[in-house]
Nanobody
Framework: QLQASGGGSVQAGGSLRLSCAAS????????MGWFRQVPGKEREFVGA????????YYADSVKGRFTVSRDNAKNALYLQMNSLKPEDTAVYYC?????????????????WGQGTLVTVSS
């Protein structure tokens, strides 16, 4: 129901844009978010956006470098990642929240995509 894409390998300082395709049922009235996970660590919050795009939240580690956006007409979620650092290397997941608001709490998300790998080399 959620399909993330756009991951790949990039050098430090580069950019990538992740996309997440969703079914209309779980997208149009729901807040959406991006999380990431590295082996041996918990999945961590990256960014979130409300159902209509009027509110966004970001983890401090990506603030000013990453931008979450959505296109409700296309049922699509995006994560523009600029000035990438090696510590951004992770599997990135998109998720749909139970609510319309943007939320940073992983427990508020009940649908998850399969993840896409981002590797940043120094």
């Amino acid at each position: 129901q959620l399909q993330a894409s756009g991951g790949g390998s990039v050098q430090a300082g580069g950019s990538l844009r992740l996309s997440c395709a969703a079914s209309r049922r779980m997208f149009s009235n729901n807040g959406m978010g991006w999380f990431r996970q590295v082996p041996g660590k918990e999945r961590e919050f990256v960014g979130a956006i409300s159902w209509n795009g009027d509110r966004t939240y970001y983890a401090d580690s990506v603030k000013g470098r990453f931008t979450v956006s959505r296109d409700n007409a296309k049922n699509a979620l995006y994560l523009q990642m600029n000035s990438l650092k090696p510590e951004d290397t992770a599997v990135y997941y998109c998720a749909a929240a139970r609510y319309a608001a943007a939320t940073t709490d992983r427990a508020h998300y009940n649908y998850w995509g399969q993840g896409t790998l981002v590797t940043v080399s120094s």
